[in-house]
């Protein structure tokens, strides 16, 4: 039995063959969203091409949904690969983080902020 979170999914909203979506339990914005590949694999780099296709494919899919649904301004998309670079759990999945005018006091540098020194430049 796999302890896994993401290995046995609940509330999926979208899905293709090689992964699915579904809505972040602890969001950093309204709509945000994880497409998850539906082979356990820890990162990003073990996918096969046609499960990060796949992945794509349904990120892709998603925006279009959160589009229709909140309308937001713009969009933040990550990976997090390894404890280093802050995932939680190893099981590959993309941040689909849809973003709001006026969310954040500064939104320059996006992703960077991951690294709080590196955000402005």
Same mark, same amino acid.
């Given at each position: /039995? #796999?302890? #896994?979170?993401? #290995?046995d999914?609940?509330e ?9 979506a ?5 969001? !950093?914005s309204?709509?945000? /969203?994880?497409?998850?590949? %539906?082979?356990h694999?820890?990162?990003?780099? *073990? ?7 796949a992945? =794509?494919a349904?990120?892709d899919?998603a %925006?279009? /949904?959160?589009?229709? %649904?909140?309308?937001? *301004? ?5 990976i997090? #690969? ?6 939680? =759990? /190893? ?12 969310? !954040?006091p ?16």
């Amino acid at each position: /039995m #796999c302890d #896994c979170p993401f #290995c046995d999914p609940d509330e999926i909203v979208l899905e293709n063959s090689l992964a699915y979506a579904k809505y972040d339990l602890y969001p !950093v914005s309204l709509g945000h /969203m994880l497409i998850i590949s %539906k082979r356990h694999a820890s990162s990003w780099f *073990d996918l096969t091409l046609e499960e990060q296709s796949a992945v =794509v494919a349904l990120a892709d899919a998603a %925006k279009e /949904m959160l589009d229709q %649904k909140y309308s937001p *301004d713009g969009y933040n998309v990550g990976i997090n #690969c390894g404890v280093a670079a802050g995932q939680t =759990v /190893m099981h590959v999945h993309l941040h689909l983080i849809p973003r709001y005018t006026g969310d !954040v006091p500064n939104p320059r540098g996006g992703i960077r902020a991951v690294i709080a020194a590196k955000q402005s430049y």
